[in-house]
């Protein structure tokens, strides 16, 4: 039985499970703002994308904070969702949108990474 703890981690591991983090954070803060806003902002299968990346960006820092084996799986998995949704939110010309497809491109990165 392994200890995990960020001590014990790879470094790469660690900025990843920091950049998921930050991904599901802002992805959960852009659905709040594109229901506010919205028409296209709030379209069904662009929320559907968003809450989609969000959730799959915890499910990656939690299964890495784990320790789970599997982790390279759902991080490919993340890294795929998190580019779609970066590339959907780069199609909306819209500052908070693009602020989005950051961190979203930050988490393909790294999930990448850790996928390989």
């Known amino acids: 039985m392994t200890h995990h703890s960020a001590a014990h981690r790879p470094e790469a591991m660690n900025e990843c499970i920091d950049n998921c983090t930050q991904c599901h954070a802002i992805c959960m803060e852009t659905i709040h703002y594109c229901l506010g806003k919205g028409g296209a902002h709030a379209a ?8 989609t990346c969000a959730e799959i960006c915890s499910t990656s820092a939690n299964a890495m904070l784990r320790g789970a084996s599997v982790h ?20 909306m010309n ?3 949108m693009t ?9 393909v990165e790294s999930c990448s990474a850790m996928a390989a």
């Open 44 to 51: 069904p299968e662009h929320i559907a994308l968003l809450t």
């Open 72 to 91: 390279n799986v759902v991080c490919g998995a993340c890294a795929e969702i998190c580019r779609q949704c970066a590339d959907a939110c780069d199609a």
């Open 94 to 96: 819209d500052p908070e």
């Open 99 to 107: 602020r989005c497809a950051d961190a979203c491109r930050r988490c």
